[in-house]
């Protein structure tokens, strides 16, 4: 049950694409750096992905970038609950 | 054609250094009197949105220095329509009033100029 880190933005890169296809049960995801512009990309689908994986978004580099107001699906989290996640997990796997 | 100069931005503001370098030489060549005009498009647009708010020191926030590129001259400045709808963003959320262009107006406005540069 790894956490799935996103860092790239998915309007030059296919991180996110290419991250669901190893997406198994009990899976969650993190957006970090410019992977949080995943939440302006209408093809993440990522209220879809909420129903069977927890989604996280690491706020100070949403800040940072002035994304604000998340859905409610994704979980703001700061670097402490970033490095709960890492220990919580089996194994964290960058994008 | 004038000696003119056309910096197109399409790289995401904290990604890189490229979105700083663009910036740092739209601001000289203002300051030279240069003709120049930037563009934004792709994930550059994100360097528009108003509430950046870097967290690390040192890192400059973007949106405070393209809001300064008026006092270098640098009024031109222009934003792909088309970028700015796949990433739903707002004209209202930029931090600096750009015109906004279709693809067609983008291309033809480019290539007016001598010098064009892609950072």
């Not at chain 1, 689908?45 to 580099?61: M, T, V, W």
């Amino acid at each position: 049950m790894p956490l799935h880190i996103i860092k790239q933005s998915p309007f030059d890169s296919p991180s996110l694409a290419q991250c669901k296809l190893t997406l198994s049960a009990g899976d969650a995801i993190l957006f970090i750096e410019n992977g949080i512009y995943c939440l302006n990309h209408t093809d993440s689908e990522l209220q879809k992905l909420a129903e069977n994986y927890s989604l996280y978004i690491l706020s100070p580099d949403a800040e940072t970038r002035g994304i604000s107001n998340f859905p409610d699906y994704v979980t703001a989290i700061d670097y402490e609950e970033f490095v709960k996640l890492t220990i919580e997990f089996s194994a964290s796997i960058s994008w | 054609m004038s000696n003119s100069i056309a910096i197109i931005n399409r790289s995401a503001p904290y990604g890189s250094s490229h979105a700083t370098e663009s910036l740092d030489l739209a601001m000289i060549a203002g300051t030279f009197g240069q003709d120049i005009s930037v563009y934004f498009f792709g994930d550059a647009v994100f360097q528009l949105i108003e509430q950046q708010k870097p967290q690390t020191k040192g890192v400059k926030n973007l949106s405070k220095v393209i809001k300064s590129l008026i006092f270098f001259d640098v009024e031109n400045i222009y934003v792909c329509q088309k970028s700015m709808q796949e990433r739903s963003i707002q004209l209202s959320e930029l931090c600096v009033d750009a015109t906004l262009l279709s693809n067609d107006d983008l291309k033809a406005s480019i290539n007016k100029h001598s010098r064009i540069m892609v950072f």
